[in-house]
C-alpha cells in the first residue's frame, strides 16, 4: 500500500498565502491520482474542498486552490482567515484503492 | 440537501462483530460510489474501503488493514450502505464516516463511534 505524504504542520499569517503539498511514495503525483482535499476542524466531520486536482465545490471559498507542483498535489490558501485554521487532508486513489495523507495542522498566526 | 447519517456504533469486544450503517438521502445514492472512512482518536483520516454502483457491477476494495475482515454492501432499495466489520481488533476504535466522495461529490456523514475494548 502506498504511502501519502504530507507536511505534519504549517503556519501562516492572516492575510497570506500558504501551499500545502502531497506526495506519494509511488513516485510523481498525477491527475490520474484524482487528488482530493478535505478541511477537517476539531470535533467536526470532513468537509470536502477540492477533487480531481483543482475542481472547487459550490462551497469551496475562492481562496482556495488545488494544482499539480513539483511532482506533488498542492492546495493554495491565498489571503488566509483565521477560520481556516485548521486539519488538511489530501487524499489519492491508486488504480481503486484510495489512501490518506496523514494530514496538515494549519494554524493561522 | 444531502444527508448521511450513521449508526450502528458502540462498544464492542475484541474478537466479536459489529455493523454499520449508513442512510442516505437527497441525492441519486444508486447512482453513486460510496466510501467508509474511519478516524481513530487523535489521529487522521484512514480510508477503509468503497463499494462501486450497478453500473460497476458493486465491486468493493478494502484497505490492507480491514482486508478479510471487513465487508461493505449496499441496498439501493433502502438508500443504505452498510460495513460489517468481524474479527474486530482494539485498534478498530475511531469515528467511522460514510461519504460519497467521486468526483464532483463530496458528501461526509457525522459520524458513528465504534470502541473496542473489553
Known amino acids: 500500500q502506498a504511502v501519502v505524504t504530507q507536511e505534519p504542520s504549517l503556519t501562516v499569517s492572516p492575510g497570506g498565502t500558504v501551499t500545502l503539498t502531497c506526495g506519494s511514495s509511488t513516485g510523481a503525483v498525477t491527475s490520474g491520482h484524482f487528488p482530493y482535499w478535505f478541511q477537517q476542524k476539531p470535533g467536526q466531520a470532513p468537509r470536502t474542498l477540492i477533487f480531481d486536482t483543482g475542481n472547487k465545490h459550490s462551497w469551496t471559498p475562492a481562496r482556495f486552490s488545488g494544482s499539480l507542483l513539483g511532482g506533488k498535489a498542492a492546495l493554495t490558501l491565498s489571503g488566509a482567515q483565521p477560520d481556516d485554521e485548521a486539519d488538511y487532508y489530501c487524499?489519492?486513489?491508486?488504480?481503486?484503492?484510495?489512501?490518506f495523507g496523514g494530514g496538515t495542522k494549519l494554524t493561522v498566526l | 440537501e444531502v444527508h448521511l447519517v450513521e449508526s450502528g456504533g458502540g462498544l464492542v469486544q475484541p474478537g466479536r462483530s459489529l455493523r454499520l450503517s449508513c442512510a442516505a438521502s437527497?441525492?441519486?445514492?444508486?447512482?453513486?460510489?460510496m466510501d467508509w472512512v474511519r478516524q481513530a482518536p487523535g489521529k487522521g483520516l484512514e480510508w477503509v474501503g468503497r463499494t462501486g454502483n450497478k453500473a460497476y457491477s458493486y465491486i468493493t476494495q478494502y484497505a490492507t488493514s480491514v482486508k478479510g475482515r471487513f465487508t461493505i454492501s449496499r441496498d439501493d432499495s433502502k438508500n443504505s450502505l452498510y460495513l460489517q466489520m468481524n474479527s474486530l481488533k482494539t485498534e478498530d476504535t475511531a469515528v467511522y464516516y460514510c461519504?460519497?466522495?467521486?468526483?464532483?461529490?463530496?458528501?461526509w456523514g457525522q459520524g458513528t463511534l465504534v470502541t473496542v475494548s473489553s
Open positions: 461519504a460519497c466522495i467521486r468526483g464532483n461529490t463530496g458528501y
Open positions: 487524499l489519492l486513489s491508486y488504480s481503486g484503492p484510495r489512501v
Open positions: 437527497g441525492f441519486t445514492f444508486s447512482d453513486h460510489f
